[in-house]
């Protein structure tokens, strides 16, 4: 499986972004995907997870400002942020896990990153 991000880039404080992710080879139809943002010096944590046919949630840092979705047709995964603060800056990387059979263990697939940065 290959995870493409696209969407980042240089955005003012308060701004938006539209981050987007499309999952291709060997995707099976149903599975979880999620983003995910490490800053510098940080630990990579998790911003927002859509799984199948569930709902979305998010880490409390971005709540009421970050939406995640799902075309599932499309295999694809989509960020939207809006009023963004420093502290978002990082490089967002999607992900997604997915089972063959339910008493499988998860396959886990990340792409590249995509990244943010956030200015005054």
């Known amino acids: 499986v290959q995870l493409q991000a696209s969407g980042g880039g240089l955005v003012q404080a308060g701004g938006s972004l539209r981050l987007s992710c499309v999952a291709s080879g060997g995707v099976y139809r149903e599975n979880d995907m999620a983003w995910y943002r490490q800053a510098p010096g940080k630990q990579r944590e998790l911003v927002a997870s859509?799984?199948?046919?569930?709902?979305?949630d998010y880490a409390d840092s971005v709540k009421g400002r970050f939406a995640i979705s799902r075309d599932y047709g499309k295999n694809e995964v989509y960020l939207q942020m809006n009023s963004l603060k420093f502290e978002d800056a990082a490089v967002y990387y999607c992900?997604?896990?997915?089972?063959?059979?339910?008493?499988?263990?998860?396959?886990?697939?990340w792409g590249r990153g995509t990244q943010v940065t956030v200015s005054s």
């Open positions: 992900n997604l896990q997915q089972k063959l059979l339910p008493s499988d263990w998860p396959q886990s697939f």
């Open positions: 859509h799984p199948y046919g569930g709902d979305a």
